[in-house]
């Protein structure tokens, strides 16, 4: 198969957004919150957890703390008790309670809005920054990139690497800024409901046409650019 240029790349990638938005038009991020704290402490628990997990022990751990302050003062223990049903709920909790310290004595306890900033938190990565930007303050300053968006953005044929902060560079310079962080929704609700890691349901996929792992594209012509 002929290399694909870029702009041909692109303008797949134009049809592959469409065809999300017309399968999945209430995308969205699935943790719950009420406010941009409740989602920076639900996406760092969201690590190696799926959003159903999180959001079981969120209900009652939000109830309980409803401040930075009320995080950085609470029992380390007690907090480790209370998240024990999630992975890595130690190394978890304390990066919690360093987080909302931090949050507390720097910040005046509100989650900052820059991604420079929330990178500096402890357990605070790119992708949960970008999260946290996108849906709590409507800021796209990054495509999420979670094992959903990986596994995708190779299937998909967006882009070769396996590096998150190489996948996301690839993304941005594929899709309009305004839409990076729907765009990332949309791959991962496909992710969830239709292109699973083990057993993807290629037969009558919406992107079936556009993807170039689907059993039928090595019998197909190469989607024109649009």
Not at 67 to 96: M, T, V, W, Y
Not at 127 to 143: D, E, H, M, S, Y
Not at 163 to 189: G, N, Y
Request: a positive charge; hydrophobic letters at 40%.
């Amino acid at each position: 198969m002929a290399r694909e240029s870029f702009a041909r790349r692109r303008a797949r990638t134009t049809l592959v957004a469409q065809a999300l938005s017309r399968t999945y038009p209430d995308a969205h991020c699935e943790l719950e919150f009420s406010n941009p704290l409740e989602l920076l402490i639900a996406t760092i628990l969201s690590a190696q957890c799926s959003d159903r997990q999180v959001n079981l022990v969120t209900r009652p751990l939000f109830a309980k703390h409803r401040s930075a302050a009320a995080f950085a003062e609470a029992p380390l223990e007690q907090l480790e008790s209370d998240l024990r049903s999630l992975g890595l709920f130690r190394n978890k909790a304390r990066h919690i309670q360093s987080t909302c310290r931090r949050l507390a004595e720097q910040h005046q306890g509100q989650v900052p809005r820059t991604l420079e900033a929330l990178v500096a938190l402890d357990g605070v990565g790119r992708k949960t920054a970008n999260v946290v930007l996108g849906n709590a303050f409507g800021t796209n300053a990054g495509v999420v990139v979670d094992t959903h968006v990986a596994r995708l953005s190779q299937r998909l044929g967006l882009t070769t690497h396996s590096d998150p902060v190489k996948i996301e560079a690839d993304l941005m310079r594929l899709v309009p800024q305004a839409d990076w962080c729907l765009f990332s929704h949309q791959l991962i609700w496909h992710g969830r409901r239709r292109c699973s890691a083990r057993s993807p349901q290629c037969d009558g996929c919406e992107l079936g046409e556009l993807c170039p792992s689907h059993p039928s594209a090595g019998r197909r012509p190469t989607h024109p650019a649009a």
